[in-house]
Nanobody, 124 residues
Framework: QVQLVESGGGLVQAGGSLRLSCAAS????????MGWFRQAPGKEREFVAA????????YYADSVKGRFTIFRDNAKNTVYLQMNSLKPEDTAVYYC?????????????????WGQGTQVTVSS
């Protein structure tokens, strides 16, 4: 069982930055691929970014590539999402999630564990 707790969301103006954190309870944190997803009102949950067990591989949705950076600190059981140049269309609830199979990193249905989400609101 892995418990995930996100933090760092908030209200920011367009062009600003936020850093989201996701703390995991499991001592086996380094065995999991970690992903960030988001869900805006009235829309389906979508993939944002994922990072491999060691952090050596990362993938991003085209909509955030070049603006967002995912990284992890396995010693602290924490994964981060640095979000720069934020746009109003980035407004959503952001979720972190854990999966053991790297090949399924962009498929939300494959993830085994989810956090409760943190709200990010970008004003224009």
């Amino acid at each position: 069982q892995v418990q995930l707790v996100e933090s760092g969301g908030g209200l920011v103006q367009a062009g600003g930055s936020l850093r989201l954190s996701c703390a995991a309870s499991a001592r086996t944190f380094s065995r999991y691929v970690m992903g960030w997803f988001r869900q805006a009102p009235g829309k389906e949950r979508e993939f944002v970014a994922a990072i491999s067990w060691s952090g050596g591989r990362t993938y991003y949705a085209d909509s955030v590539k070049g603006r967002f950076t995912i990284f992890r600190d396995n010693a602290k059981n924490t994964v981060y999402l640095q979000m720069n140049s934020l746009k109003p269309e980035d407004t959503a609830v952001y979720y972190c999630a854990a999966v053991s199979d790297w090949s399924l990193y962009s498929d939300s249905r494959a993830y085994d564990y989810w956090g409760q989400g943190t709200q990010v609101t970008v004003s224009s």
